[in-house]
T-cell receptor, first 113, second 117 residues
Framework: KQEVTQIPAALSVPEGENLVLNCSFT??????LQWFRQDPGKGLTSLLL?????REQTSGRLNASLDKSSGRSTLYIAASQPGDSATYLC????????????FGTGTQLKVEL | SAVISQKPSRDICQRGTSLTIQCQVD?????MFWYRQQPGQSLTLIAT?????????ESGFVIDKFPISRPNLTFSTLTVSNMSPEDSSIYLC??????????????FGPGTRLTVL
């Protein structure tokens, strides 16, 4: 059974700092990996998706990497802003009647002024 | 990306009753999914809903408790039956973007926050 863990569980940084969020998974036979953010009381916003054949994806200040063999992904956020404060979730997808996602435990990020 | 809406956004229900949650998408999608997020926890997949066929449930979830309908390519419902306080959660639907199905990126609705008293 796939298990997805995210470290740290919570993180508080000053504005402008670069930061890295970590995601690890136990079964390397994944189809893709997706990073989301969740604001309090809201749904999920898709940030980046990395296919299993890819090593990284970039969108603006965000960069996600994937090392399937070691079961790890990182989300790099450059020049953090207070608006980045949210919970970040990684999810690994496996095929089988649709792309079923197994979610990590989440990292709660707070960017302070 | 697909735009997804859910109704109701939140509800407070009495033990033993049932609630039906609606999920509407602004474009045709093949696969729809229902997830549950219990307080302080991450998301867990309940079932996959494919148009024209019975929903496929994950281990620990059964059709009698969570019946799902998928009448067309833009709509699905999830019913939480015979509710107990343990069913208090956020329920989210998601879709795979039909036009980008080869990418399999999933998009989520805003969620339905359910409290059972």
């Amino acid at each position: 059974k796939q298990e997805v863990t995210q470290i740290p569980a919570a993180l508080s940084v000053p504005e402008g700092e670069n930061l890295v969020l970590n995601c690890s998974f136990t079964d390397s036979a994944i189809y893709n990996l997706q990073w989301f953010r969740q604001d309090p009381g809201k749904g999920l916003t898709s940030l980046l998706l990395i296919q299993s054949s890819q090593r990284e994806q970039t969108s603006g200040r965000l960069n996600a990497s994937l090392d399937k063999s070691s079961g790890r992904s990182t989300l790099y956020i450059a020049a953090s802003q207070p608006g980045d404060s949210a919970t970040y979730l990684c999810a690994v997808g496996v095929r089988g009647g649709g792309n079923k996602l197994t979610f990590g435990t989440g990292t709660q990020l707070k960017v302070e002024l | 990306s697909a735009v997804i809406s859910q109704k109701p956004s939140r509800d407070i229900c009495q033990r033993g009753t049932s609630l039906t949650i609606q999920c509407q998408v602004d474009s045709q999608v093949t696969m729809m999914f229902w997830y549950r997020q219990q307080p302080g926890q991450s998301l867990t997949l309940i079932a996959t809903a494919n148009q024209g066929s019975e929903a496929t449930y994950e281990s620990g979830f059964v059709i009698d408790k969570f019946p799902i309908s998928r009448p067309n390519l833009t709509f699905s419902t999830l019913t939480v039956s015979n509710m107990s306080p343990e069913d208090s959660s956020i329920y989210l639907c998601s879709v795979e973007d039909y036009e980008r199905v080869h990418v399999n990126e999933q998009f989520f609705g805003p969620g339905t926050r359910l409290t059972v008293l």
